[in-house]
């Protein structure tokens, strides 16, 4: 079991260090995005883009209707399902942009991504899905290179 751990963790460092620090901008940005653009509406937070004070509950209830339109499995647990969505959005950014778990986040992100571009996005068109792709591919060479030298892993994986 540690050993499956340390392989999660261990990241990837680059031969030099402006690399990492390059990925690891990128890596924040994208997080942070994702967080407080995409995720953090989703779990209902009081407040709106154009500052209007709304209920919780106004702002949460699209979320699991928009799921369970994908139709399928989704359309049999919506509430799990926009949950999870929403979970992978605002606190996998944030372990993505702070290099925490950072593989973990990146696959709970990256399987998000997939189902907004093929199941919500695919009709809308290149632009209506780049979003989501962006993000995509964030995660998918974070999944491969995990947090690189600028990450709360690479420091838990010194410790090991």
């Not at 929403?86 to 372990?95: H, M, P, Q, T």
């Amino acid at each position: 079991m540690k050993q499956l751990f340390k392989t999660i963790i261990n990241p990837v460092i680059q031969k030099h260090w402006i690399a990492d620090l390059i990925f690891a901008v990128l890596r924040f940005i994208c997080g942070m995005l994702l967080t407080l653009d995409f995720g953090s509406d989703k779990f209902g937070m009081p407040w709106t883009p154009e500052g209007q004070n709304l209920d919780l509950f106004e702002v949460s209830a699209w979320f699991p209707e928009d799921v369970k339109a994908y139709g399928g499995i989704f359309a049999l647990f919506p509430v799990f399902f926009a949950w999870m969505g929403a979970f992978s959005e605002a606190v996998g950014g944030l372990f993505l942009a702070f290099g925490l778990k950072t593989r973990v986040a990146s696959f709970l992100i990256m399987c998000t991504m997939l189902v907004a571009i093929f199941l919500q996005k695919w009709g809308q068109g290149t632009w209506g899905m780049l979003p989501a792709m962006g993000f995509l591919w964030i995660a998918i060479y974070n999944l491969y290179l995990g947090s690189g030298r600028f990450g709360i892993d690479y420091l838990i994986s010194k410790k090991l």
